[in-house]
T-cell receptor, first 109, second 117 residues
Framework: EDQVTQSPEALRLQEGESSSLNCSYT??????LFWYRQDPGKGPEFLFT???AGEEKEKERLKATLTKKESFLHITAPKPEDSATYLC??????????FGTGTRLLVSP | GAVVSQHPSWVICKSGTSVKIECRSL??????MFWYRQFPKQSLMLMAT?????????EQGVEKDKFLINHASLTLSTLTVTSAHPEDSSFYIC?????????????FGPGTRLTVT
């Protein structure tokens, strides 16, 4: 059964303090690993798709990397507006995404 | 691009009534749409997968007679919560996968907050 575990559950950073979020996964036949950002009371916003180990993608202060067992979302010099819940999901041989429970990030000014 | 809308954004209904939620892909066609529910401080739980023109596939434990899904066109899927009860109160989110693109990204709507009194 496909499974995703995210850590830490919650993370508090000072503005400018870089850090990384972890997503460990087990999946049969990885079709893609996805990162989403979710603000309270809203639907997830798509950030990245990673397809194979070694792949990296960047968007502003965010950089996602992928190995055969885990993915990291690196946040460089975060700002308060980066505060949100970051969700990781994998898709294996079936159509559906399997989500982790998310990391709640709070960036203080 | 890849915008998904939901209507209504919030709804309050009385116990025993039915509520319909619409999910539309605004700028792309979506053969497949998904319905999730999310409880406070929890992750998304897939309820069902709907393919245009065919019956939805429900996840284990989801009552198909209670949560009716219709995907009549490539841009519209609806979820009807029948005979709603307070325990059905939740945040319902749909997503859509673009038909024309050979990727697996799902784009999510803004969600519908359902409160059953």
């Amino acid at each position: 059964e496909d499974q995703v575990t995210q850590s830490p559950e919650a993370l508090r950073l000072q503005e400018g303090e870089s850090s990384s979020l972890n997503c460990s996964y087990t999946v049969s036949g990885l079709r893609g690993l996805f990162w989403y950002r979710q603000d309270p009371g809203k639907g997830p916003e798509f950030l990245f798709t990673l397809y194979s180990a070694g792949e990296e993608k960047e968007k502003e202060r965010l950089k996602a990397t992928l190995t055969k067992k885990e993915s990291f979302l690196h946040i460089t010099a975060p700002k308060p507006e980066d505060s949100a819940t970051y969700l990781c999901a994998v898709q294996g041989g079936f159509q559906k995404l399997v989500f982790g429970t998310g990391t709640r990030l709070l960036v203080s000014p | 691009g890849a915008v998904v809308s939901q209507h209504p954004s919030w709804v309050i209904c009385k116990s025993g009534t039915s509520v319909k939620i619409e999910c539309r892909s605004l700028d792309f066609q979506a053969t497949t749409m998904f319905w999730y529910r999310q409880f406070p401080k929890q992750s998304l739980m897939l309820m069902a997968t709907s393919n245009e023109g065919s019956k939805a596939t429900y996840e284990q434990g989801v009552e198909k007679d209670k949560f009716l899904i219709n995907h009549a066109s490539l841009t519209l899927s609806t979820l009807t919560v029948t005979s709603a009860h307070p325990e059905d109160s939740s945040f319902y989110i749909c997503s859509a996968r673009a038909t024309a693109v050979q990727t697996y990204e799902q784009y999510f709507g803004p969600g519908t907050r359902l409160t059953v009194t």
